[in-house]
């Protein structure tokens, strides 16, 4: 039975792909590949395969999805094994789910293949936990845009220890404002992870304050971390200095 494979790309290195991954690629057919996919990881997909960019642009995505979806129809009528690639995990904030039921309502045999969110990888990669004990022990994952715009209601997020939020760099600014006006201290550390896992990644040190009056320079893609977790690293990190101050 002909298959699409909805498949997580994790953040952008190519070790960081799952086994399952890998070995659907290297045997696709057609692959359809997100913005955020990186080219070490599409060389990883079978040289013979159909690749088709299927990336959105700020503005077009209801109409571009629209695309993509008789895309996706039209590659699983001509091929056995068809690759929908998307950074991170096809089932956080990557339509995943929309495109799974309407793929099977007309009959498409689907698949997921989770994959490493940036959201998790993002902070783990520069020492910055998600939960720590006597620290933090709740966590979520929030978009920081919204069909028209960003996300409004922050009200229900501010007691949970740590905020990470994706897609959030464009309306920065606002967002740590509204998580100021909702309950969370201006001098609450914040961390952004640009382009986590690639040769060219980055963390970002600021407060919600210096974010909310715009003295903090990030670019996308960037993953926002808001808590007390993110000082933890700073403490780690001069741990760590300290030590090899006195190995020298």
Known sequence: MNTIY?????????????????RLLAAADAVLYDR?????????ANPNAELHY?????????????RILELMALCARRHRSVVRLKGGD???FGRGAEEWLWLAARGIAVEIVPGISSAIAAPSLHGIPLTLRGVARSFAVI???????MTES???YAPVDTLVILMG????????AALIAAGR???QPVAFVERASTPRQRCVESTLAEVARGETQVEPPAVFIAGQVVAHRVTARRRVLSADLRVA
Request: charged residues 25%; proline residues 10%.
């Open 6 to 22: 909805l498949v997580g790309a994790g953040p952008g290195d190519p070790d960081l792909l799952t086994v399952k991954a890998h």
């Open 36 to 44: 955020l996919v990186s080219p070490e990881i599409l060389a990883c």
């Open 54 to 66: 299927v990336g959105k642009e700020e503005g077009e995505q209801e109409t571009a999805q629209r």
């Open 90 to 92: 096809p089932m956080v």
């Open 143 to 149: 978009t920081g845009q919204a069909e028209g715009g």
């Open 154 to 156: 922050w009200e229900a």
């Open 169 to 176: 760099v464009k309306h920065r600014a606002r967002i740590a």
């Open 185 to 187: 201290p201006p001098g």
